[in-house]
């Protein structure tokens, strides 16, 4: 552990050192985060999954700045270029930026004109030239100066070559200047102005970038989402982007540096520095700007993403339901599958039901099924043909106990098409594969959606344009989060829901299964000690979140730790009852003195969190299962009219609105500007995807099928105000 880094994540966070170092500690001793979040809070003084998930990340950030510092220097001294001074300045260095500029003049660089103007032996005349236009040296005539540096053998033909030859060595050095690129990234960040034009003959092809054909506005304050489409414009050839201030001002910057006093030498200077700024500073310095704000939208908009992710995959689940499960289909017919309260399939069927008069045969194989299998609720995949076939179930009038749901089905058919359902269901087809999956979302929506990438969720905001490897790393990390946070019951969880949970891995969730199946279902936690290579460590991390329901010991279906089962025995027996007692009783729980059982190792954080788990134990912290109905007059787009009020469903969230879905397959927007009575800067605070709301019909564009909404005006019709998940 470096303790610089402690303390510089310290500051940074406003956090104390003490908490910094433990969080770093318990991190590279193979620690995750939910474990050190939920059963380390007296060593971290109760850090959160935010905090520690900064921490984590800026420890590997400050230790790549370290590497790369490390290369830097041992590059500089294998080429004797590592004065005392420099390394000092190194070593000083907080950023990679700083690091990058302190090493670029000595940066091994293909030739360049100022490369070939000092192996003709000009840098002395770029040096006299340089200093006499700051006023350190007096130099009257530059023309008499560089006389002295013609020579044909070198290729210094006449006076004009050398100054030439002196200006690129001058236009090199300003815009590598320490100084010059700090005061011009300065200019670049404030006054940059992002302009966008069309590109040469893509006018019609390009069409859907025409907002963009002709656009300009301060670089700092484009939002996230129109500079990543920007990034897609140009990046698929329809737009031309420049990230750049007025050019006087970037010259303007490197004068006052550079030439400070008047004359024919401060004038070749000037031209130098023209030259210096035009093609060698401003390009560098937007690439750089183009870096910082690209890097800057994505990580808006993976933050957006994440969180859109972790409202979707914490949907509040149905529950261990027998149900039937519909993927629609019109040409095809609609697959049917019935399912156990475990999501075990149990039979398969095709029904006629969308597109047809006569739909006796389809209505006698759907009673069939319901009376067979004790169904208790109907999922219906809300792609084509969704509304109609929700509306032929409904009218069947299966019974008041027996709701019909639209379920959201994006990333089903990726489901459906992937090695994880083919182990599933060898021997069935896509489209049952795919009802299946439809049927599980409504029962559990985490347990089922783990099975895909999150990318594949459809509630993203340009992630196929942004950082992917930060993509991946958020969305691992909201995954491992709300796993952990739901808790896994062991003797049901699929092979996919168990990898992520604390300390496993595909590896040991796969072990796990095994054993589960040749040996049965666990008896207790304490025998996940038996799985093959499943150590005190992976033990450590998984235990808590592991759920063993109706086993040996009571305390086994619930989050309290087994490294602190002798704690709760000592509770019980001090109140002269057991463990199954306290569980039962609130009365007993209520006479617990915890300050009796506060020690080195255990405070009032955990003992809290026991308390709390004693009263519910293994409760799922989801919210409780509330359908939508959509208005049943309303099935397609042609059937919008300005100025309806409709309930819908919000299917994303993004930096500009929410995407509401009305039951029309085509989800309509309530801008930021139309999503409450007041002021709104960023929708999460109102919306959130999978929430209830009322909107109205604001206009229909069916040309371009796109549909905007509106919340104001609503009252609390709109919406509750959305409460985001930590």
């Known amino acids: 552990m470096n303790a610089r880094h402690v303390e510089e994540i310290a500051a940074e966070l406003s956090l104390g050192p003490s908490q910094v170092s433990a969080a770093a500690r318990l991190l590279e001793e193979g620690s995750t985060v939910p474990f050190i979040a939920r059963y380390r809070k007296e060593a971290t003084e109760s850090l959160d999954e935010v905090a520690l998930v900064s921490i984590r990340d800026r420890l590997v950030q400050l230790a790549e700045l370290d590497r790369r510092r490390e290369a830097i220097v041992a590059s500089l001294a294998e080429r004797d270029l590592l004065s005392d001074e420099l390394r000092t300045a190194l070593e000083a260095a907080r950023t990679m930026t700083q690091l990058e500029d302190l090493y670029l003049p000595y940066r091994p660089k293909r030739r360049t004109r100022a490369t070939m103007a000092r192996e003709k032996g000009l840098a002395p005349l ?15 005539d530059p023309f008499e100066a560089a006389r002295a540096f013609v020579d044909g053998e070198k290729g210094v033909a006449d006076v004009d070559e050398a100054l030439a030859g002196a200006r690129d060595i001058i236009a090199e050095t300003v815009s590598e200047d320490g100084r010059a690129r700090h005061a011009l990234r300065l200019l670049f960040v404030r006054r940059a102005e992002v302009r966008s034009s069309v590109a040469k003959g893509k006018e019609e092809e390009g069409a859907k970038y025409r907002d963009y054909f002709d656009w300009s506005e301060k670089a700092r304050q484009a939002p996230s989402h129109r500079l990543l489409a920007l990034f897609r414009g140009e990046k698929e050839g329809f737009l031309s982007l420049s990230f750049q201030p007025e050019a006087d001002e970037g010259v303007k910057v490197l004068e006052r540096l550079f030439v400070t006093a008047s004359g024919a030498a401060a004038e070749e200077v000037r031209r130098a520095v023209v030259d210096g700024y035009g093609r060698l500073a401003a390009p560098s310095m937007e690439t750089e700007l183009r870096g910082a704000l690209k890097k800057k939208a994505d990580v808006e908009a993976v933050a957006v993403f994440a969180r859109n992710v972790r ?93 019909v749901v639209l379920v959201n089905e994006s990333g089903a058919s990726i489901y459906s098409a992937s090695d994880v359902a083919r182990e599933e269901f060898p021997d069935q087809d ?29 509630v993203g905001q340009y992630q196929h344009d942004v950082d992917q490897k930060l993509l991946k790393s958020s969305l691992d990390d909201v995954v491992l989060s709300c796993v952990n946070a739901v808790g896994v019951e062991v003797n049901t969880a699929s092979r996919q829901l168990l990898t992520h949970v604390s300390g496993l891995g595909e590896s040991l969730a796969a072990k796990i299964v095994a054993h589960r199946e040749a040996q049965g279902p666990f008896r207790s936690r304490s025998e996940l000690r038996a799985v093959p290579r499943l150590g005190p460590k992976a033990f450590e991390q998984c235990a808590g979140f592991l759920r063993v329901r109706g086993g040996d010991d009571p ?31 609130p009365e007993r729980r209520r006479a617990i003195d915890v300050t009796r059982y506060v020690s080195d190792d255990v405070g009032l954080p955990t003992l809290k969190d026991i308390l709390a788990e004693l009263e519910k134990p293994g409760r799922d912290p989801r919210e409780a299962f509330e359908s939508c109905a959509f208005d049943p007059d309303v099935k397609e787009i042609d059937d919008l009219r300005s100025g309806m009020i409709l309930s819908g469903v919000v299917t994303n969230v ?11 397959h085509q ?41 905007s909404l509106s919340m104001k005006g609503l009252g609390e019709r709109g919406g509750e105000k959305a409460s985001p998940r930590s």
């Open 126 to 140: 770029a040096e006299r030239l340089l200093a006499a236009a700051q006023g350190r040296e007096i130099l009257a």
């Open 311 to 403: 409202e979707v995959l914490m949907a509040s689940p149905l529950g261990q339901k027998r149900l039937l499960a519909v993927d629609p289909g019109i040409r095809t017919g609609c697959k049917v599958v019935a399912l156990d309260g475990q999501g075990r399939l149990l039979a398969t069927d095709v029904v006629y039901a969308v597109g047809r008069k006569d739909r006796s045969e389809a209505e006698r194989k759907v009673r069939a099924l319901v009376e067979r299998f004790s169904i208790e609720a109907v999922a219906v995949g809300n792609g084509t043909g969704g509304r109609e076939a929700e509306a032929f179930l409904k009218d069947l009038d299966l019974g008041a106990s027996i709701p």
């Open 430 to 458: 896509l489209t049952v594969r795919g009802a299946v999956s439809i049927g599980r979302r409504l029962q559990d929506p985490l347990a089922e959606l783990v099975k895909i990438d999150p990318k594949s969720i459809g």
């Open 555 to 585: 305390l086994d279906g619930s989050a309290v730790h087994p490294e602190r089962y002798p704690l709760v025995r000592k509770m019980a027996r001090d109140l002269g009852c057991s463990v199954e007692d306290l569980l039962k009783d």
């Open 654 to 664: 993004t930096a500009f609105g929410a995407f509401v879905d009305v039951g029309v």
């Open 667 to 707: 989800d309509g927007l309530v801008h930021v500007s139309r999503l409450a009575d007041h002021f709104v800067a960023d929708p999460a605070s109102v919306v959130r995807p999978g929430q209830r709301v009322t909107v109205s019909v604001v206009d229909v564009d069916r040309a371009r099928k796109r549909i």
